[in-house]
């Protein structure tokens, strides 16, 4: 093994154009890839930047119909036809450069776990948009195309690599694409910690999964502004909850940062610091649980230099430092 840790973006994410207007911006990748790019010499032997790929149809298919894959699918195709940007609902846009993007952005995904289940890395970071947790099995939203997140989940179960996944997501919003993917699934357990009420409306405490997967959904919805020591202590207190029923053989985070105080989106108070506490935790529980195996995928995040502090807080803790 190199290097405990990899660093993964794809070169068509910044390409993704939904408009200086939108929060969701060209640039907000940018300068998370600075941020981190000036922090990588400092880590090296322990973090290494690795190779993106593209996702094809068949991986999308794990987790979405084909009428959504098809209805992107076109609207990037107009996009591109045109020379403008089309929306798929009143937040989520497609530019020319977006299907690149989204298949850029999936298969880097799975090309991280990859990496992971071969040895090459242990943990990894994967800094590319558009981002996935809200993208249902039939319905792009919230800037969501496609759910990335989900896809690795099911690549890694289809591939023989994992039979139960957790997913943590500590995005300040629900994940509720996540969340349908596996709502009646006792194979990959859901956790989420956001603000509520707030978009996307799901996630509340009573949502918890349906037929074979109830109890293996878990919500904590926060109010706006709640103090980050409780913010921490419901987190830690949530992931033993998961772990007294559920025990994972992978474990994926949908790392948002918009959970960060002063996030445009966003009305919870985290800094970086509550990040290097989370991700610790979540190393943790993989040393102990399966095989030191996480996979951190970046999902929301809307203050460009706040985000790129706390991916590199996110990305040192995963490399152990
Ligand atoms: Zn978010």
Redesign the pocket.
């Given at each position: 093994m190199s290097a405990k840790t990899g660093f993964l973006l794809h070169p068509a994410s910044p390409l993704h154009d939904t408009g200086w207007g939108h929060p969701e911006h060209q640039g907000r990748l940018r300068a998370l890839a600075s941020t981190v790019g000036e922090d990588l010499p400092t880590l090296r032997g322990h973090v290494e930047q690795l190779e993106g790929q593209v996702a094809d149809r068949g991986h999308l298919a794990l987790v979405h119909s084909e009428a959504h894959i098809g209805r992107v699918a076109e609207a990037c195709r107009v996009a591109e036809e045109s020379g403008r940007i089309v929306a798929l609902d009143p937040d989520t846009k497609v530019s020319s450069a977006s299907w690149e993007a989204a298949v850029g952005s999936v298969g880097t995904a799975i090309a991280a776990a990859e990496a992971i289940v071969t040895g090459v890395i242990q943990t990894g970071f994967v800094a590319t948009r558009p981002?996935g947790?809200?993208a249902t099995p039939d319905r792009a939203m919230?800037f969501c195309l496609f759910n990335n997140i989900a896809i690795v989940a099911r690549r890694l179960q289809e591939r023989g690599h994992a039979e139960r996944v957790l997913i943590v997501d500590w995005?300040?919003?629900h994940g509720n694409g996540t969340q349908d993917a596996f709502y009646d699934d006792a194979s990959v357990f859901f956790l989420s910690l956001h603000q509520w009420p707030h978009?996307p409306g799901s996630g509340a405490a009573n949502e918890s999964g349906t037929g074979r997967g109830v109890g293996f959904t878990l919500n904590v919805p926060l109010p706006a502004a709640t103090p980050r020591a409780e913010y921490i202590g419901r987190f830690h207190a949530a992931l033993d909850e998961a772990l007294d029923h559920f025990a994972p053989d992978f474990i994926l985070v949908s790392s948002?940062f918009?959970a960060m105080a002063g996030d445009p989106?966003?009305g919870l108070l985290l800094e970086p610091e509550d990040f290097t506490e989370m991700t610790r935790r979540v190393v943790d529980v993989a040393a102990q649980r399966c095989g030191g195996r996480v996979l951190a995928l970046l999902?929301?995040?809307y203050d460009p230099p706040r985000v790129g502090q706390a991916a590199v807080a996110v990305i040192r803790a995963l490399a152990g430092l």
């Open positions: 981002p947790h809200h919230g995005d300040v919003h978009y948002g918009d989106l966003g999902e929301g995040g």
